[in-house]
Structure formats: C-alpha cells, structure tokens
C-alpha cells in the first residue's frame, strides 16, 4: 500500500484557511444559515384589528417578541396586501429597478419576520447585493472607526482618533477593558475625533447606566450597545425585554443622542438558546422588533459572531441578507465588519465584498484605524496595517467605501495636535499629566508597546472623578479654549449643539464638518435601476459542501462520561465574614465538563483560584451557581452570596469575571473573556485581586493579552461546550457549596 501523500494538499493544509472549523448544518443547535427545517411557515391572522396568530404561533402562546412585533410592528392595513401578493412576486420587486424603495419600505411594514426571512432566502447574492445598494437610506456611503490600546493612554487614543476623522470616519467608537476607565477614554476620542474632522460622532462601548451617563454630560453623541435577541430566553438572560430596549432608547434619543441597536446572526446559537431557528430567520425577529422600538437603525451583519455564522453553508450569503432585511425595514445599517470573519485573506475579503460593493450606510462597524494588537474589541477584519488595501480596493473598483487617503506628514500633524490638545485638557482638569514623551510616542509609534505606562490607579481615580463631579464637555471646551486650541474647542462645541437641534437623530445620520447632518430625510437614497442568474442549488450545491475536512459538530460535541471533580454539600449560605471571597462555577463545572477550553483541568483552576485568593489574605469559598450559565450572572450570584460582597465566577470553558454584589450583573470590576490564554498563573492572579477588592486594597488590574484569532478558531468549540452548561443550568435552582477532594 501506497501511503505516500501530495506535497501540494500537504502545503495546503497550512494555509491560514486550516486554522478554521468549518461544520455541516447542526438545526438543533441553531447552526444553520437561512431556511431551517424548524422555522415557522409564515402566516398572519387579524381578527377585529387584532392579531391573533403570527408565524405559526397563537396570540395566546406568545412570547414577549411576538407580543412587542404584534402590538408595535405590523401596519395591519398593509399587511392585507401583502398577504395577497407571493413571496417571488416581492422578491423580484426587490431587484426591480421600476419599483422604487419607498414603495418597497412601505410593504415591508406588513411583513412578518417568517415572511421577512422567507422573501431574503429567494435572492441569489448578487441579487441580495443590488438589493441592499437599492434599499440604503442615505445616498453615500460612510464608515464606522474603532479606537483603543491596551494601555488605555489618552495620548494615543486621541491620536488616533484624530487620525481616524482626518480619513474621513463618520464615527468613532472606544470601548474600555476595565469599565472605569470610560470616562477619560471618552474625552480622549472626543477631543481626538474633533481634532481630525469637525462632526464626526463618538461613542463608548461600556454598561448602559454608564453610557448614558457619559451622554447626559456631552462626552459621547451616539450608542449602538443595545443588544436585542431573536429568542426571549437570551433577553431574559440579560435581564431585559424589547419594551425595556425602547424605553433606554428613547432615554438617549429625549436627551438629544444618537442611537442604534445591535443584532446578528449566530448570537443565539453562541448563548444556547437558539431553539432550533435558524439565522436569519432569527435575525429577522431581532430587526421587526427594533423597528418596533422606533429605532432609527441598526448594527448587525452578525458582528461578533461572524467566525460561527461562516463555518456553517452560506454564512457569508446570510450576513448579507441580514443586511438587505434592515435595509428593507428603513433602518440605518452599520454592517458588521469588526469582528474577525476568517484568518483566509481571500475569505474576509470575499465575505467584505457583498457590503463594500453595493455600500450601506456604514460600510464597517467598527475599521480597526490602529493595529490589531491594541483592538480590545477582540480583533478587527480590517486594521491600520490594511489602509492601503482598502484605499487601492476603493480605487480599482470606483467605490467609495468611507476611507480617504491622508499624506503621511498631515497624518503626523493632525496625530500630534490630537494628542497635545488631550494633554491640555488632562492638565486643566487636573488629571494625570500626558507627558510629552507620551504625545511624541502616540504621534509617531506604532502601537501602545510604544509608550510609556502610566500610573493606572491615578487615571482610574481621574476617571471617577469626571462622574463623581459631573464634569461635561463645556469642562473640556474651556480648557481646550484656555490652551488655545479654539478650532478644536469650537468642534466640541458644536456637537453639543447638534444635541440640542437633534437633527441626527434622522436614520442614517452623519455630520458634515460644517456642521449639515446628511441622513435618509435629507439625502435620501433614490437608486433606481435588474435580474435574474444562475444559483447554486440542487445536486452542485450539495457537492460543493462536500469538503474533506468538514467536521460533524455532533461529534465534536459528544464527550465522555466524566466523573465530578468536586462534591456538594449544602445549599449554600450568605456568608457573613469580611474576607469571605466566594468561587462561583457554572452549572457544568467538574460536573459534566472538566477542563478549560484551552485544556486546564477545573480541579487545578479552582486551586490555583483559591490560592490567589489566600496569598491575598481573605477565605476562598466554592459555590455553584446553577441556574443560569451566563458569566456575569454566576459571578454576580456568586458576589451576593460572599460575606465580602466579592467572587469570582468562573464558566466551564475558562471564562472568568470578578464581580461586586453593589453593581449590575452586566457590569463587574474585571472580565477576563480571553479564556484561550490563561494559565494557572492566571487564575491565581485573577484570586488575588478579589481579595484585595475585598479587603478594600488599591487594585491594579490583571495584565490581559490579546488573541485575535481566537474567536474565528474556537467560536464553534465554545458554542458547542456552552450549549452544554446552558443545557446543565435548572432554572429558578438555589446555589449550592462545594467542596474540593
């Protein structure tokens, strides 16, 4: 027997592509694209102005979407005639140029989110892609930028905030890895962004109390962090309704502040509650219900589960219909481009393409404008090291995809006057100084590696600060004005008063440096313009999944019986001493599951955990949380439970959190979501630190690192092993004490 094997498949398994898992459908679990086995046929009964069965499902069995889409969503009267109109007679009025999109917003209001999906799965994508370029609501294009380090330094983030205006971003988006940080990152971007390009918009992913607040006083203008669901389990994981959703959104919108939801395919697969559905018709509850809330639009293209979403058949085809059907609805689209989609080149781009080419409102959600090492967002698909290709790919196809190219010396001046005018700021409040070494580094380094650290405790305190005193962005006009950076203090100035006008608040809104806000009221999209073409389907269709590494997840799924690793004693009590320090696991935790998704035995991490805990001078306490298997909930039971008020909640896969019993369940004092990366070390660095939270000590974060790659390579292996501790988790079930062999 022969078993010699060809060099060139052999060189082909190394390619970037093999980093991948790529799966044949899995329904059950909701991995699958568009057109489910499970998804209800569409249907629609009104009885005396009422509705009383939709998609399949009674008025009187159904859930809070169903209620919020039948009380808030449908235009009855329009739904009559849609009802007499066939799914392929709406579909080539999709792709007709004669039908004109008013007309085709107007039918969508008496959709359902079954006929919704059902009417999307019709069109081939380049027929989805002539769609989407015929439904955007705003004529041009715009792009979205992302803007963090590792370091947090404000110098840097205002240097490339700055940066990312001068290239032409409409908005700019930070997020923080430690919550408390957000204030001064906030004021960072603010400053940086007005530096670049008068009217560019700026939000900090952070908690929605947090958020708000950092609103109400004018350091962000926009919000995109209102996470909605297409099953009512997932909301009810995050302690949250759709009537709940609108009402904080029209809490922004009555304070003058820009917002749009977020939404995606895959999410509800990745949180074990998928109940069979597939994507897209999941997607299509998500965005019936935001149109619902009054949204004026939408982040969604699956965004931070792209990885999941494109291991299954035609993941990148649902993604974009994801995005035709917000289109449809009239809402504003900012398609997900900031998570990583592939480590293939050719595959991102391909996947890049069904947005970049027809164009929608914000061709990414999120352009890493800084390099991929300092995105604690968990990775772009697009980054710093990419400008060129993107600028070229503008030019070789005559699009205009929202970057603008910038010469390098006026990407060095405007970098280094943003950095100085945050250093102004900074010393006229009185917070930390940014030193110079600091301004030159952010203006002519690379990456945070480049500059030096700060004292972290100091900017925290600074950063409470900007809460505890209200200080607002007129604070930062005076000081950016005493300085003398009047240009850049009459910016900031003036997007307070676009708070007060509120004309961004139109879907689709950006702001032009002369302040006239472009939207779907005033530039609206009026393309008028065909086809038909071959699809794949049929018995060529099922050949091409046919790949030789192709996995069945049911496999991957399957374990052995393990044995517990830990044993129960009682249910468990509310501890009373100071140092008590609970360790609270999830629902699978050495019972079902027993190691990390990077291999660590549960056992040695609930040792190392306790041992951090002692060396920092408080008691360890273990503790299952059984209900839920979400980790900010099992570390917020676990806080509640703790004499301390402190715990540390730990997922069966790794993931880990340090949480307060006083704050939200969705907000904590550290999340550690990099579970691939941790040691032992880790974890006994992640026990120390809540003792001395505990104890009251000052705290300095533990170091994080970053892998970018992670999630396209494990987001399966993680849906599939937390589909098994959601599956563990009893609802309404009391926590329960362990105790270690």
């Known amino acids: 027997m022969n078993d010699r094997r060809s060099e060139r498949f052999l060189v082909r398994e190394q390619r970037e592509l093999r980093r991948e898992l790529l799966i044949s459908p899995y329904p059950e679990l909701g991995l699958i694209a568009m057109d489910g086995p499970n998804d209800p046929a569409p249907s629609l009964t009104v009885e005396e102005g009422r509705v009383v069965e939709m998609d399949g499902r009674r008025a009187e069995d159904f859930d809070v979407i169903d209620r919020f889409i039948a009380a808030n969503g449908l235009d009855l009267d329009v739904a009559t005639e849609a009802a007499a109109l066939g799914d392929d007679a709406i579909a080539r009025r999709l792709v007709d140029v004669d039908v004109p999109r008013a007309e085709l917003v107007r039918l969508s209001r008496g959709l359902t989110p079954a006929r919704l999906a059902r009417v999307a799965s019709k069109l081939d994508p380049v027929e989805l892609m002539f769609a989407l ?229 914000f061709v990414t959600s999120g352009y890493s404008v800084m390099p991929k090492e300092d995105n604690t967002f968990g990775g772009g698909n697009y980054d710093a090291d990419d400008l060129e290709e993107w600028l070229t790919v503008q030019r070789d196809w005559q699009v205009d995809a929202g970057i603008e190219p910038v010469a390098e010396d006026d990407a060095l001046a405007v970098r280094a006057k943003g950095a100085r005018a945050v250093q102004a700021v900074f010393a006229g409040l009185g917070f930390p100084p940014v030193t110079d070494e600091e301004v030159e580094a952010a203006t002519y380094g690379y990456a945070s590696r480049d500059l030096p650290d700060r004292d972290r405790a100091a900017d925290v305190a600074a950063a409470d600060r900007v809460l505890e005193e209200g200080i607002s962005a007129l604070d930062v006009v005076r000081e950016l004005d005493r300085a003398g ?62 790949l030789p590494y192709v996995l069945d997840p ?7 019986k393990t044995l517990s690793t830990s044993q129960t004693t009682h249910i468990a009590n509310l501890g009373t001493a100071s140092d008590d320090v609970v360790i609270a696991v999830g ?143 009893v609802p309404g079930a009391a926590p329960i004490e362990l105790e270690l062999p």
């Open 485 to 546: 950076f009047a240009d850049v203090a009459e910016a900031v100035l003036a997007m307070q008063r676009q708070r007060v006008s509120a004309d961004y608040l139109q879907t689709s809104a950006i702001i032009e440096p002369d302040g006239t806000v472009h939207s779907a009221v005033s530039d609206p999209n009026r393309y008028d313009g065909p086809g038909t073409g071959y699809r794949l389907e049929g018995e060529r269709w099922e050949l091409l999944q046919q």
């Open 554 to 560: 049911r496999e991957q799924a399957s374990s052995k």
């Open 133 to 361: 370029k015929k439904l955007r609501a705003r004529r041009a294009p715009a792009n979205q930028a992302h803007v963090t380090n590792l370091k947090e330094n404000p110098a840097l983030l205002a240097a490339d905030a700055a940066e990312a205006g001068a290239r032409g971003f409409a908005e700019v988006e930070t997020t923080v890895g430690v919550s408390r940080y957000a204030p001064l990152n906030a004021i960072a971007i603010l400053v940086g962004s007005q530096t670049g390009r008068p009217g560019v918009m700026t939000q900090c992913a952070v908690e929605e109390r947090r958020n708000l607040q950092l609103a109400i006083q004018g350091l962000v203008t926009y919000a995109e962090t209102l996470s909605v669901y297409g099953t009512e389990p997932v909301f009810v994981d995050g302690d949250d309704t759709p009537w709940s959703k609108a009402f904080l959104a029209s809490a922004y919108a009555s304070r003058g502040v820009k917002v749009r939801f977020t939404s995606g395919g895959g999410s509800e697969a990745l949180m074990g509650h998928a109940q069979g559905y597939s994507m897209l018709y999941l997607e299509a509850r998500c965005l019936a219900a935001i149109r619902a809330a009054g949204s004026q639009g939408v982040q969604n293209g699956s965004i931070s589960c792209v990885a999941l979403v494109l291991s299954v058949p035609g993941g990148a085809r649902e993604i974009l219909a994801e995005n035709v059907l917000a289109a449809w609805l009239d809402l504003e689209v900012a398609s997900g481009n900031d998570a990583i989609a592939s480590h293939s080149s050719i595959r991102k781009t391909a996947k890049l393409m069904g947005q970049f080419l027809p164009g929608t409102d």
């Open 587 to 729: 629902p699978a935790f050495a019972d079902g599951l027993r190691e990390t998704i990077n291999g660590l035995s549960h056992e040695d991490v609930l040792r190392a955990v306790a041992e951090g805990v002692r060396e920092g001078g408080a008691r360890p306490r273990f503790v299952r949380v059984r209900r839920v298997s979400d980790v900010a909930f099992i570390g917020h039971d676990g806080a509640k439970l703790a004499g301390s008020g402190v715990a540390v909640g730990l997922q069966s896969k790794g993931t880990a959190v340090i949480h307060r019993a006083d704050l939200q369940p969705l907000d904590n004092l550290e999340l550690f979501g990099m579970s691939p990366l941790y040691s032992l070390d880790s974890y006994r660095a992640m026990g120390r630190n809540a003792a001395a939270y505990a104890l009251g000590e000052p705290v300095g974060p533990v170091p994080t690192t970053l892998d970018n790659f992670a999630r396209a390579k494990l987001i399966v292996r993680t849906t599939l092993l937390h589909a098994r501790e959601t599956a563990a988790a």
